[in-house]
């Protein structure tokens, strides 16, 4: 995949190259579909869970994450087709009031996301277990996060092949790298490969 050499400069004056970030994504998604849930991170393999299954990877594979920082939480979504084809990613700055609501937000955005590009046949993938349980049960934790897991639900029933896993950190650290640069830069964007270059805030 071709991507156009980008230089983003913000107000500091510090520059970070986008497609550097790109692909690095992609290099970390192919080592994903090619071990399925053993990746090689900084020259050190790290092995999933015996017990962890393996996924199939759907026609659209939507990796979230969050970095809480205080009580703002940066939320990465990277978008992958079946073939390890990078095809979109965001990164919002949201308020959030705990761990929950943080990757909360993140799976909704990544909802949100899939709707806008259409996506019937999709999977969800977060390392955020707790979040993973309570959708698998169409439950809703604390009150003051019910129209947001009512969001999810509402999303999840526009198709039968739409699904919420788990993963462990280390295989979706494409999200939680992505989440962590843009806490660190304190950066809210939007990226895919039709505009080339990091989008309006949200």
Known sequence: MKTKHVICEFSSGSSLRLQDILSNC?????NFLACKLRLSVENLEVCDPPCQPQQVLKEFNF??????????????VVVFNKDGVFVDALTPKVHATSALHAECMAL?????L??????KDANFFTDYLQLVNVVTNFSIPVWNLSNLFLHLYSCLKTSSRLSVSWL????NVVAHKLAAW?????????????????????
């Open 63 to 76: 990796y979230s994450d969050a970095a809480v920082r205080g009580s703002w939480a940066f939320v990465a």
């Open 108 to 112: 909704c955005h990544a909802f949100s």
């Open 114 to 119: 899939s709707l806008k590009l259409n996506c």
């Open 168 to 171: 462990p950190r280390d295989a």
């Open 182 to 202: 843009a806490a660190v830069n304190d950066i809210s964007r939007a990226c895919n490969e039709r505009q080339g270059r990091w989008g309006k805030s949200f």
């Open 26 to 30: 992609s290099k970390l998604v192919n």
